[in-house]
C-alpha cells in the first residue's frame, strides 16, 4: 500500500507526524552507522600511522645495515699451492688467497646473529690527512647488544638516568687501526673492539637503531646455483677463512657469497619501556624465552618466526620483522 501525505484544510500537502518521525529514525540510524565507520576508519589510520611511525627508525636502520652489507669486499686473488720435490718448493696447484674476512653466525658477539667484514667505509681517526680517501678499508660488523646507553651519552646528559635497551650496534674500526688478515692477527679480530668494557668502545660502536631484538644472516647461492647445488655449507654459520689452507679447499674459501638473506626483528618502544622496567640491566626474560632455540638452524627459519612471533604476541609485546636478500656487489662467485 503507497501512504499519500495528508492533505490539511487549506488543500495544500503535508506530511502525518508518524512519517517525520519515522524519516527521523531512518536519518539518526543511519548517521549513527555513518559515525561509527568514520571512527573505525579514523582509528585503523591512527594506528596505521603510529606503527609506522613506530618502526620508521628501525626501517632506517635496517636499510644502513643492508646497504653496508652489500659493500662488502674480500679482493680475492689466486696464488700457488707448493709442493717439495728433490729439496725445492715447486707449485702445483692453484688456490684462493685473501687478506680480508667475511664472518657471519649465531653467537659471534652481543645476543644474537652477528656479521664481520671489510667495507671501503672510508672512515679514518686523521681526518685532516686521510679525509679525502674515501675508499680506506675498514674493518665493519653488525651485532645486537643490550644494555644501558652510558658509554654514549654526551656529558651534558650524564645524569640522566640510564636507558636500557636492545640496540643494533654497527662496528666501524678507523683505516688505521683495522688491518689485513694475518695470522698473528687471527680470525677472531673483532672479539676485542665489540667488547663493552674495552678501549676506544665508545668511539668505534655505535648504535644505530633500538628495540631491535635480533638479527640474522644466511649466505646464499644464486637461486639458479642453489636449486642445483642446495644451500652453502653451514648454514647460518659462514667464515671465508675456515678451511682457506686445505687442500682441496672448501666452495666459501676467501670468497663472498653471492647473496645474504638478512632477518631483523623489532619491538615496539612502549613493550621495550615496560620490559625495561621490570629487566633492569638484565635481559627480559619474555625476550629471551622467544628467542630460546630459533634462529640457529636455517631449514626452522619461517617457523622459528611464527613461533617467535606467538611468543611475543602471548608476551603482549609488540613487534614487526624485517626481511631483504641483498646481493654482495664485490662477489665473484666460483664453485671450482
Same mark, same amino acid.
Given at each position: 500500500?503507497?501512504?499519500?501525505?495528508?492533505?490539511?484544510?487549506?488543500?495544500?500537502?503535508?506530511?502525518?507526524?508518524?512519517?517525520?518521525?519515522?524519516?527521523?529514525?531512518?536519518?539518526?540510524?543511519?548517521?549513527?552507522?555513518?559515525?561509527?565507520?568514520?571512527?573505525?576508519?579514523?582509528?585503523?589510520?591512527?594506528?596505521?600511522?603510529?606503527?609506522?611511525?613506530?618502526?620508521?627508525?628501525?626501517?632506517?636502520?635496517?636499510?644502513?645495515?643492508?646497504?653496508?652489507?652489500?659493500?662488502?669486499?674480500?679482493?680475492?686473488?689466486?696464488?700457488?699451492?707448493?709442493?717439495?720435490?728433490?729439496?725445492?718448493?715447486?707449485?702445483?696447484?692453484?688456490?684462493?688467497?685473501?687478506?680480508?674476512?667475511?664472518?657471519?653466525?649465531?653467537?659471534?658477539?652481543?645476543?644474537?646473529?652477528?656479521?664481520?667484514?671489510?667495507?671501503?667505509?672510508?672512515?679514518?681517526?686523521?681526518?685532516?690527512?686521510?679525509?679525502?680517501?674515501?675508499?680506506?678499508?675498514?674493518?665493519?660488523?653488525?651485532?645486537?647488544?643490550?644494555?644501558?646507553?652510558?658509554?654514549?651519552?654526551?656529558? *651534558?646528559?650524564?645524569?640522566?638516568?640510564?636507558?636500557?635497551?636492545?640496540?643494533?650496534?654497527?662496528?666501524?674500526?678507523?683505516?688505521?687501526?683495522?688491518?689485513?688478515?694475518?695470522?698473528?692477527?687471527?680470525?677472531?679480530?673483532?672479539?676485542?673492539?665489540?667488547?663493552?668494557?674495552?678501549?676506544?668502545?665508545?668511539?668505534?660502536?655505535? *648504535?644505530?637503531?633500538?628495540?631491535?631484538?635480533?638479527?640474522?644472516?644466511?649466505?646464499?647461492?644464486?637461486?639458479?646455483?642453489?636449486?642445483?647445488?642446495?644451500?652453502?655449507?653451514?648454514?647460518?654459520?659462514?667464515?671465508?677463512?675456515?678451511?682457506?689452507?686445505?687442500?682441496?679447499? *672448501?666452495?666459501?674459501?676467501?670468497?663472498?657469497?653471492?647473496?645474504?638473506?638478512?632477518?631483523?626483528?623489532?619491538?615496539?618502544?612502549?613493550?621495550?619501556?615496560?620490559?625495561?622496567?621490570?629487566?633492569?640491566?638484565?635481559?627480559?626474560?619474555?625476550?629471551?624465552?622467544?628467542?630460546?632455540?630459533?634462529?640457529?638452524?636455517?631449514?626452522?627459519?619461517?617457523?622459528?618466526?611464527?613461533?617467535?612471533?606467538?611468543?611475543?604476541?602471548?608476551?603482549?609485546?609488540?613487534?614487526?620483522?624485517?626481511?631483504?636478500?641483498?646481493?654482495?656487489?664485490?662477489?665473484?662467485?666460483?664453485?671450482?
Amino acid at each position: 500500500m503507497r501512504m499519500v501525505p495528508a492533505v490539511n484544510g487549506k488543500g495544500r500537502l503535508a506530511f502525518t507526524l508518524i512519517e517525520l518521525l519515522t524519516a527521523t529514525v531512518v536519518f539518526s540510524l543511519l548517521l549513527s552507522f555513518l559515525l561509527v565507520a568514520l571512527n573505525q576508519t579514523t582509528r585503523v589510520w591512527r594506528q596505521s600511522t603510529a606503527t609506522l611511525e613506530a618502526y620508521k627508525s628501525s626501517r632506517e636502520a635496517f636499510n644502513f645495515m643492508t646497504q653496508r652489507l652489500s659493500e662488502a669486499t674480500l679482493n680475492t686473488y689466486w696464488a700457488y699451492q707448493f709442493q717439495t720435490i728433490n729439496g725445492q718448493q715447486v707449485p702445483k696447484s692453484y688456490r684462493r688467497e685473501s687478506d680480508l674476512q667475511f664472518y657471519t653466525g649465531p653467537g659471534l658477539s652481543g645476543t644474537s646473529h652477528a656479521v664481520f667484514f671489510q667495507a671501503p667505509g672510508g672512515f679514518t681517526a686523521t681526518s685532516g690527512a686521510l679525509g679525502g680517501m674515501n675508499k680506506l678499508l675498514n674493518d665493519c660488523g653488525f651485532y645486537v647488544l643490550y644494555g644501558t646507553d652510558d658509554v654514549w651519552r654526551p656529558p *651534558p646528559a650524564s645524569n640522566l638516568s640510564p636507558t636500557s635497551r636492545y640496540r643494533l650496534v654497527q662496528l666501524t674500526v678507523p683505516s688505521e687501526a683495522s688491518g689485513p688478515f694475518s695470522s698473528s692477527r687471527g680470525t677472531t679480530w673483532h672479539q676485542s673492539k665489540v667488547q663493552p668494557g674495552a678501549s676506544g668502545f665508545g668511539n668505534m660502536n655505535t *648504535p644505530i637503531g633500538e628495540n631491535i631484538i635480533a638479527i640474522a644472516f644466511l649466505p646464499k647461492r644464486t637461486s639458479l646455483d642453489e636449486a642445483v647445488r642446495g644451500p652453502l655449507p653451514g648454514g647460518f654459520t659462514y667464515d671465508s677463512k675456515a678451511g682457506a689452507s686445505s687442500n682441496p679447499q *672448501p666452495v666459501t674459501a676467501n670468497q663472498l657469497p653471492p647473496l645474504v638473506a638478512v632477518v631483523m626483528i623489532v619491538i615496539d618502544e612502549s613493550s621495550a619501556v615496560r620490559l625495561a622496567q621490570t629487566s633492569g640491566n638484565e635481559q627480559p626474560a619474555e625476550i629471551r624465552n622467544a628467542l630460546s632455540g630459533r634462529l640457529v638452524n636455517p631449514d626452522n627459519l619461517e617457523d622459528d618466526l611464527v613461533q617467535i612471533g606467538k611468543a611475543l604476541d602471548a608476551a603482549n609485546i609488540g613487534h614487526k620483522v624485517f626481511r631483504a636478500t641483498i646481493p654482495i656487489h664485490s662477489s665473484k662467485w666460483s664453485e671450482s
